[in-house]
Structure formats: C-alpha cells, structure tokens
C-alpha cells in the first residue's frame, strides 16, 4: 500500500486531519518520568498511545532525538507506532535536501534505518535533490512550500516573473517533480490565504500544515483555506499543545484531551 | 577564537585551501578494515591523518553516518580531529534548515553534541532559520547558495526582479542575515561565473565550493573565480576523489598523494 493510500484510508477511518507531532523536549516531561534512561521514547509512545484515536499521522521531529543523542529511542518509537498503530502513517519531520549519493543516504536513514512513511523535504537544491528519494516508490514526501515563520517571506514571497516563488514551487513539485505520486506540499497555517492559493494549485496533492495552536494559527481558516472538495487533503500538525497540555503525571490523559478537542474543531469546518 | 579567524590562520599557515570531505561509503572502503565495527570511524580517522597537512578544513557529511546507524563514529571522528588537529577547522555538512525550537536542537546536535567548527544550512526557511545558530557567536555557518547540481537551476536562477534568486540570497546572507560575522556561503564549482558573481557580491565572506574531482568542476575556474584579493577566502572540498584514490591496503599514501596534488594545483591559480 502507497503512502497516499495509507493516508487516504486513515483520514477516512478515524474521521481525523489531525497529524500528532512529537517534538520531545525533556525540560517539559513530568517528573515521574525525566531520569528514566529512556524517558523521551517514554514520553512519546505514552503520548502516541493516548492520542492513536484521534490522529491521522504522528510527525517525530528529528532534531529532538539527535541533540539528546537518542537516535536509538526514535528507532524504538517508529518500531512501537509501526507495531502497534499500523494503519497511521508517520511522518519523520526532517527537513532533508541534497543530491546525489548524499541524498540517497538520506533516504535510507528516513525509509530504511527509520521505517517512516513519508518525510520531510526541503527544496533549495531543485528537482534532483528530491528524486532520489522516489526510489522509494511507495513512500510519502513533502516538500516544504510556505512556511508559517516570519523569515518565510525573505525567499517564499519573491516574485518570479508574475508569481510568487512559493507559487513557482507548488506547481514544480505538483506538476514536474512529482514522478512517484507520492508527494504533498508543507504550507504553514499562519497565512490561510496562501493556503488557499497552493489548493488551487495542486489539485489534491495532500498538504502538511504546522502553525496551529502554540504558532498561533487558526483551525477554521486553515481548513476553509486548505480543505479538497471531498474535505480532506489535510496533516494539521499540533505539537506543544498537545505533548504539554498538562505537565503533571496525568499529561498522557491531558494531551488525549487536548487531541480529541483539536480534532472535533477541525471537523466542524470540514465539507462532509 | 572564532571560526573565520580559525579558518584564516589555517589559510596561511598550511597555504592551503583545500577541505576535505569525509564521506564514508562503507562498500568502497579496503577489505582489511571493511569488518571492524568502527570500520567509519577507523577509515576516516586514517584520511584525516594522511591528509591533515595539505587540508585547510575537514568536512565530515553526516548522512554517511545516520543512514549506517553510526552518530557514534561520527563523534569519536570529530573528538579525534579536535585532539590532533585543533588547529583545521571542522564543518559539519548537514545542511539544516527549520525553525524556532526545532533549530536550537539542530544548533545543540552540531556546535554541542558533535563540537562541529561550523555547519552547513539550507536557506529555504529565511533568515530567522539561520539566527538561532548564532546563539554560538563564535561557530560558522555556510549557507546554500548555488549549487553544483542541474536541478538547482529550478529555483536558484528564477529571476527575481531583475537578479537571479541565488545573487538575492548572496545579498541578503551577506548583509541581513549576517548578525554574528561568522557566515559564508557555499557555491557549486560546476559554474565559475557565478562563483565570480557571489565573490562580487559578499566581499571576503568564506565560499565552500564543492563539485571539484568526481563533480566535473574545474580547479583554476573556480579559483580564478571565488578567490578574495589576498588569494584566500575558498574552502574548495574534494571528497571521493580523496577517499577512494585507491581502495587497496594504501588508501591513506593514495589519499595523501591526492590531497597533496589537488592543494598544489589550487595554489597554482592563487594570487600571492
């Protein structure tokens, strides 16, 4: 089974847009569990078990594991989502672009070493530095378009002869890049008018969308913006508050909560 | 001491600007060392030391080590190229490229956990994916530019009013985004006159240049091209043409014999 089918049936089977991401950061565990050896893979499949309901995707974030040398935790918590949620894709949040032999090393390390899904690319080097990775075939890639940070606009919002450049990129990646089918675009929720204008842009092509809640962006404008017609096509990502939604012994319950809630106000603005 | 006075004392005193790329590809690695298992670590340490008195930095590229599962070797190079050599500068070739939080993590992964000289980044981001390195005021940062492959044509040539998106970005690296004095840019070898233009337009900031040796880009080119007005101000990087200049028992003789010519032809073009 493709990555898009994968996601196609789970959006449909938990009636959820909702992508978990698990950015573990030790400073905000609960005491109960900061001196375990293996507290952020703890932390993270407490957190992956209490909120599977609710969730279309779980999104790791690598940085986390590799500034806490915990590489081998993350290889524990893909293995536990893929053992125990297999019917939720999971997105490795890597932000990953070079070309080459260096980009295939890439992949292998996100599809091989790491079993995800789908993972996260970034598209300064073109075209090239993408395919690679539809080696492949059957995995999920997405490309970063508009991000939902200020400095996004020092490149994303230059003109290119009438468009702007995250324009550009949406129809490259759309229409040029995408050769394995596999691929979706990584549009910030901050700016739901541009969300609107990369749907239009590609067709159905699913769309990741960071920015909601701890980033302050808002859940009603971002599906109105970035919903397909069938209501669906979405990852809205939340992270923070969800992992940190109590920071007591009861932040598994809490995050639940959390999840169950994002995911109902998502579904109010959804086309059914 | 900062990196770009590090990296100036290292100009002089080895006359050399030569990087040398560690990109270890366990499968062309010398059968006598293929079974270790710190085989990554015990190859690259053996380059480093072949080549360390014609190299004005080393340039370790961290996908080599996270798709064979080997952050652990990449440590241990690192600590053994800061005991031996603490004079050459270390850049680590990661090429991150995120934001906020999740940028201080990938600053602690490089200048903390790997105690990398400097770092690569990719731009697509902006300028506020850039600062949060600059928390370490005295580390390097190397940010994408042009590069060396075909597809970076897709985005970094567009033209954006009036100039190409990579001489935008030059500016802006140069000029907006350069907070801690300590950045430089990396420009592919494959295309001299544009190296020209980036030199033109940064002043002396330091231009990592690959794309020499297995790339195809051409040595008195680029040096004819990026070279400041004191004949420094290039890190030009060659890897597997280094690595695997012989793949039997004398690899590191092979290696040093390579590095030592490709310093000499360099310095041939070099402005004294």
């Given at each position: 089974m493709t990555f898009i089918?994968?996601?196609?049936?789970?959006?449909?089977?938990?009636?959820?847009?909702?992508?978990?991401?698990?950015?573990?950061d030790p400073s905000r565990f609960p005491a109960h569990l900061r001196d375990r050896p293996d507290a952020i893979f703890a932390f993270c499949a407490a957190i992956a078990d209490a909120t599977a309901p609710y969730a279309c995707a779980f999104k790791?974030?690598?940085?986390y594991f590799a500034s806490a040398r915990a590489e081998d935790q993350l290889e524990s918590l893909i293995a536990h989502l893929r053992r125990h949620y297999p019917d939720i894709p999971v997105v490795l949040d890597a932000k990953r672009g070079d070309i080459g032999a260096t980009a295939e090393h890439y992949a292998r390390e996100a599809f091989e070493r790491y079993g995800a899904d789908a993972v996260t690319l970034s598209p300064y080097m073109g075209g090239d530095s993408i395919a690679p990775f539809m080696a492949y075939a059957d995995r999920g890639l997405f490309v970063l378009c508009r991000t939902s940070n200020p400095g996004g606009d020092d490149l994303q919002m230059l003109d290119v002869g009438g468009e702007r450049l995250y324009e550009r990129l949406a129809r490259l990646a759309a229409q040029r890049w995408?050769?394995?089918?596999?691929?979706g675009l990584v549009v910030g929720a901050t700016y739901p008018a541009e969300l609107a204008r990369v749907r239009a842009l590609v067709g159905d092509l699913p769309i990741l969308v960071p920015g909601i809640g701890a980033q302050g962006g808002d859940v009603q404008a971002s599906v109105l913006a970035g919903q397909t017609a069938g209501g669906?096509?979405?990852?809205?990502?939340?992270?923070?508050?969800?992992?940190?939604?109590?920071?007591?012994?009861?932040?598994?319950?809490?995050?639940?909560?959390?999840?169950?809630?994002?995911?109902?106000e998502i579904n109010r603005f959804r086309r059914r």
């Open positions: 089918d994968k996601l196609a049936s789970r959006w449909r089977r938990a009636d959820s847009l909702l992508c978990v991401g698990l950015d573990p790791p974030q690598v940085a995408n050769g394995s089918g596999q691929l669906t096509g979405m990852l809205i990502n939340s992270s923070r508050a969800i992992l940190y939604a109590s920071t007591g012994e009861d932040f598994a319950e809490a995050a639940a909560g959390a999840a169950q809630r994002t995911r109902d």
